[in-house]
Nanobody
């Protein structure tokens, strides 16, 4: 199983970013993929998770209405569209499947 997250960067408050997670080594179509984040000095927290059948996702309260997670079974990828970013969204973002984690991508939001 391999997961590779990318797309992070530096953005001003109020801006947007789209993170991607490319997956391989497992049956992607039938799998739930989650995104987590870890801010400096804080524990890792769940951000969003998307399932298989209809691509429905759920979200942490802190990102609900601002982040949208989608899944492309053809490309074996998930996309985390982040809008209205705030400094408190600054963190390393990880995608996860089962016990496997991507390497993380850093999102920095400046005020």
């Amino acid at each position: 199983v391999q997961l590779q997250a990318y797309g992070g960067g530096l953005v001003q408050a109020g801006g947007s970013l789209r993170l991607s997670c490319a997956a391989s080594g497992f049956t992607f179509d039938d799998s739930a993929i989650a995104w987590f984040r870890q801010a400096p000095g804080k524990e890792r927290e769940g951000v969003s998770c998307i399932w298989n059948t209809d691509g429905g996702a759920n979200y942490a309260d802190s990102v609900k209405g601002r982040f949208t997670l989608s899944k492309d079974n053809t490309r074996k990828s998930t996309y985390l569209q982040m809008t209205s970013l705030q400094p408190e969204d600054t963190a390393v973002y990880y995608c996860q499947f089962g016990e496997s984690w991507g390497q993380g991508t850093l999102v920095t939001v400046s005020s």
